[in-house]
């Protein structure tokens, strides 16, 4: 059975339903990624390490991930922080505007509580490790290098370390803060899953071909470029394996988890034994799905018919 270790926050999701009302869900991009790998792989482990509170949104929080299937046993508890919260609000085309309330929230302080229950020996053995650009962003410096002292430990004991910058300008001083921070992920990653505009923000880098180049240098093996509308670019030690042309969605209603419904279904594909062109097709199916629906996650009745479907359309 694969196992996976997803490393990040989830939070309380409020999306506008009618006037005056919202719709609660849970969400975060490391936890939809967790969710969608689990949904794509059911026989696969899928864990998250994060921390919560121990109030009645918490409760509510980890007993979404058990209906999931997200193991939550290496969850830190905090006495005095809440989830954190965000709100979603979309134009026209559908494209995301967040509002956060997340500072000083729980899992900002997940690396400092996991130092006082036992640090990163506390944590078994897994196939792979996923962490997030956000998943650095929302830590104080000490504990984002906590955070890479426990992916490094992690990769040294066997596990394949896959990593998204899923850059957020709000979230950093400026990008020269956030691309140290995001290298210094990069050298420690097997599987680097970038998007043009994250380096082109970050490191000036316009083409695929410099952020192959880039990549490359920091011994990265597997790098998976999300070229917008040019499409998804896969490599193998540097070498062309896989372009995906970009079919888009006849309607974008919210591009809300796009990039991470992406990444937990090529992940979860990869560790089942699918070859990189195969996993890039399936999770760029779900993603063109996954735009067409409100909020991160989509129904778990439109994921299954999507999943046998496309299971259906390989035979």
């Not at 919560?52 to 007993?63: F, Q």
């Not at 923000?201 to 990549?215: D, E, M, N, P, R």
Request: hydrophobic share 40%; proline share 2%.
């Amino acid at each position: 059975m694969a196992s996976l270790l997803v490393i990040g926050e989830c939070m309380m999701e409020l999306r506008a339903a009618e006037a005056n009302s919202y719709r609660r869900a849970f969400a975060g991009d490391t936890y939809n990624t967790a969710v969608y790998a689990k949904r794509w792989q059911e026989t696969s482990q899928v864990s998250m390490y994060s921390s919560v509170g121990r109030d009645a949104i918490s409760e509510s929080m980890l007993a979404n991930w058990a209906q999931e299937g997200v193991d939550a046993s290496l969850v830190t508890f905090s006495d005095e922080r809440l989830p954190g919260i965000y709100s979603i609000s979309t134009d026209g085309q559908g494209e995301r505007n967040f509002s956060y309330w997340r500072k000083g929230s729980a899992a900002t302080q997940m690396m400092a509580l996991l130092e006082r229950s036992g640090g990163t020996e506390t944590i078994p053995d897994f196939d792979c490790v996923y962490f997030t650009g956000l998943s650095l962003a929302i830590l104080d410096d000490e504990s984002k290098q906590l955070l890479l002292d426990m992916v490094s430990a992690l990769r040294s004991r066997g596990a394949k370390v896959a990593f998204d910058p899923n850059y957020r300008e709000k979230l950093w001083k400026d990008s020269a803060q956030a691309a140290h921070w995001m290298t210094k992920a990069y050298r420690l990653c097997d599987i680097a899953l970038p998007g043009v505009e994250d380096h082109a923000a970050l490191y000036s880098q316009h083409s695929v071909q410099s952020i192959c180049q880039f990549l490359k240098a920091e011994n990265v093996e597997e790098i998976v470029i999300k070229g917008g509308r040019g499409g998804v670019f896969c490599y193998l030690d540097g070498l062309p394996v896989h372009h995906q042309v970009l079919i888009p969605a006849a309607q974008q209603i919210d591009s809300t988890a796009a990039g991470d419904s992406f990444a937990g279904t090529y992940l979860a594909a990869r560790m089942s034994g699918s070859s990189c062109e195969e996993s890039t097709h399936a999770a760029a199916a779900l993603a063109k799905l996954v735009v067409q629906y409100p909020g991160a996650i989509i129904d778990s009745d439109i994921y299954q018919d999507f999943f046998l479907n496309f299971k259906r359309s390989l035979t």
